[in-house]
C-alpha cells in the first residue's frame, strides 16, 4: 500500500497520504441536465429509475443537492476542484480551465487510483486529461478542438458508415422531442452504457479503479427509443409549473425559436418535451442497472463507492423558461446519491436527508471514500459520508449560487438557500425574489413582491450581502447588495489559475 502522492512531482506531494487498509473501487455516475425531482426515489409520480432508485434504497438520497452554477461547464469545473463558482473562476458558461492546482481526477491517480472517464467531460481542449489516465468520449455534436472526432463518432462511422448520428433531426438545446429514428444499438446513452460495462468486464489491474461514467442525456435532444417514448404515452405527466410572478417570461408575441429560453408554447409543449425527457431518464437508468450488474458478478458490488450526481437540471417549461441557468429548483436542483460498501459507513441505509449539498462536496466526498488525507482548508466542500454518518457538525447553513448574464441581459443573478428558503437577487434591475420551498416547492408565489414578508426578505438579503462580500464593489456597495450591468463570467479573484 502506497502512502503520500505516488506521482513524481506531484502538486499533492507532501500533503496528501493514503490511509492503510484496503480501498473501495469508486463510480461515479453522471447525467447532463437532470433535474433533481426527476427520479422515483424522490417522489416523482410518473418517472421510472428503479436502478437509481436501488442505490438511494441502499445508501442516501439528498433532497436540497444543488448546483451553483447552473450549466454546464462552471457546474463541472465545481465538481473537478471541490471549490465554490468565486474560487474555481467560473460565474458563466465558459471553458473549464486547462488546470486547477487540485483536480479529483488526479488526486486519486496520485493516490494509487486508475483513473477512467466514459462520456460527457465537457473539457477544453477536449482531449484534456485533467488527471484521468484515459478518456472515452462522447461529446455529443460539440467540436471546440481543431480536428476533433469524440470516440463515439469514430465508433458509429465505423459501424454505421452510410447513417447521420443526427437522422432524428432534433437540436441540442430544441424543446421538441421524437423518438430516436435509428437502431436503439446506435444511440450515445446505448454507447456510453455498453463502453462502461464493456471495461468493467475487462478491467484486470490492481490498482482500485475510479470510474466516472457521464451520459450526454436527458439533456436535449429528448430522443429516446421508441419504446420508451411509448412508456410515457399514456402516463399522467406532471403539467409546467407557473409561478404568479412568471408572466414577464412568456413574451407573448414573440416569435419562438426551437432552443428557446423562455416563453409561453401553451400547455402542450412542456408535456410534449417530458414524454421525451422521461424516455431518455428511463433509458439512462437501464443502463446504470447494466453497470450494477455487472459488479454484482464480478463481486465488486460491496467494495465500491457509487455515487449519482448531474450537473444542472432543465426548466422544461416551468414558469415559461426553458434550459437551464436559472436559480429555479428545475435547473438548480440536481440529483445527489451515494451508495456505499458493506462496512465502510456505520450508517442506516435508505436514508433522506435535508442538509443542503452541492456538486464541490464531491471531490471532498471521493476522497474521504478513498481514504486520502487532504486540507480542508484548501476546498470548499466537504464530505458528505459525514453527514451519512450523522456527523452534521460545522456543515453549512446556506449555499450560494449564481449564474452571471446567459440568454438575456437581466438574467445575472446571485442566490442563496438553506434549502427551506430561497433568496435571488437580480444584479442588472436589482430585483429581488424570495421563496418558501417547504410550503411552496415549485416556487410559485414570491415572498418579495409584497410588504407582508418584509423583515424575512431583508434577512435574506443580509445574508446574500454577507456571502458576497469578499468580493468587494459592485458585489456589494456601502454595505448593500450593487446593481451590476456588465456580465462577469470569470472571477476577478480566482484562487485558481486560469
Not at 231 to 254: Q, T, V
Request: hydrophobic share 35%; glycine share 10%.
Amino acid at each position: 500500500m502506497a502512502t503520500g502522492a505516488t506521482a513524481a512531482g506531484s502538486l499533492l506531494a507532501g500533503r496528501f497520504s493514503v490511509a492503510q487498509g484496503k480501498r473501495p473501487k469508486i463510480l461515479l455516475l453522471m447525467t447532463d441536465q437532470h433535474r433533481g425531482d426527476t427520479l422515483g426515489a424522490a417522489g416523482h409520480p410518473c418517472v421510472q429509475t428503479p436502478n437509481l432508485d436501488r442505490i438511494a434504497k441502499e445508501g442516501v438520497l439528498f433532497r436540497c443537492a444543488y448546483t451553483s452554477t447552473p450549466s454546464c461547464t462552471p457546474a463541472r469545473a465545481g465538481l473537478l476542484t471541490g471549490l465554490s463558482p468565486w474560487h474555481h473562476g467560473m460565474l458563466g458558461y465558459n471553458r473549464v480551465a486547462l488546470k486547477y492546482r487540485h483536480e479529483l481526477p488526479q488526486m486519486l491517480r496520485d493516490a494509487g487510483y486508475y483513473t477512467t472517464g466514459i462520456g460527457k467531460m465537457h473539457y477544453h481542449p477536449q482531449r484534456n486529461l485533467h488527471g484521468f489516465h484515459q478518456t472515452l468520449l462522447d461529446e455529443s455534436g460539440r467540436v471546440e478542438s481543431p480536428d476533433f472526432v469524440s470516440d463515439y463518432r469514430q465508433w458509429f462511422k465505423r459501424v454505421a458508415p452510410d447513417l447521420d448520428p443526427d437522422a432524428t433531426g432534433i437540436g441540442w438545446n430544441d424543446h421538441r422531442a421524437k423518438a430516436y429514428v435509428l437502431p436503439e444499438e446506435l444511440h450515445p446513452t446505448r454507447w456510453t452504457g455498453d463502453t462502461a460495462v464493456g471495461w468493467l468486464e475487462g478491467y484486470a489491474r490492481e490498482e482500485p479503479f475510479f470510474l466516472k461514467v457521464s451520459f450526454a442525456r436527458p439533456h436535449s435532444p429528448y430522443d429516446p427509443p421508441a419504446r420508451f417514448m411509448d412508456l410515457y404515452a399514456g402516463a399522467k405527466i406532471p403539467p409546467a409549473l407557473i409561478g404568479d410572478w412568471a408572466e414577464r417570461n412568456a413574451r407573448r408575441g414573440e416569435a419562438y425559436p426551437m432552443d428557446l429560453a423562455r416563453g409561453d408554447l401553451g400547455p402542450g409543449a412542456p408535456l410534449a418535451a417530458r414524454q421525451g425527457y422521461y424516455g431518455n431518464v428511463t433509458f439512462i437508468d437501464e443502463q446504470i442497472g447494466r453497470i450494477l450488474r455487472v459488479l454484482e458478478q464480478r463481486g465488486w458490488l460491496e467494495n465500491t463507492l457509487i455515487l449519482m450526481t448531474a450537473d444542472h437540471g432543465d426548466m422544461l417549461g416551468d414558469h415559461h423558461l426553458w434550459r437551464k441557468t436559472y436559480g429555479y429548483e428545475g435547473s438548480a436542483r440536481i440529483p445527489m446519491l451515494i451508495r456505499w460498501p458493506e462496512g465502510m459507513v456505520s450508517a442506516q441505509r435508505g436514508q433522506v436527508r435535508s442538509d443542503v449539498v452541492e456538486l464541490r462536496d464531491v471531490l471532498p466526498t471521493l476522497l474521504d471514500a478513498a481514504g486520502v488525507a487532504y486540507d480542508e482548508t484548501e476546498f470548499d466542500g466537504r464530505s458528505m459520508l459525514k453527514l451519512a454518518r450523522g456527523q452534521t457538525g460545522g456543515w453549512r447553513d446556506t449555499l450560494d449560487l449564481e449564474h452571471s448574464t446567459c440568454y438575456w441581459p437581466e438574467n445575472q443573478w446571485t442566490g442563496v438557500t438553506d434549502g427551506r428558503h430561497k433568496y435571488i437577487y437580480y444584479a442588472p434591475t436589482g430585483q429581488q425574489e424570495l421563496f418558501d420551498l417547504q410550503d411552496d416547492p415549485g416556487e410559485l408565489h414570491d415572498l418579495a413582491a409584497g410588504p407582508a414578508q418584509a423583515g424575512l426578505v431583508k434577512e435574506w438579503r443580509e445574508r446574500m450581502i454577507a456571502h458576497l462580500a469578499e468580493r468587494g464593489e459592485p458585489y456589494v456597495v456601502n454595505g448593500d447588495l450593487g446593481l451590476r450591468e456588465k456580465a462577469m463570467v470569470l472571477a476577478e479573484k480566482r484562487g485558481t489559475p486560469y
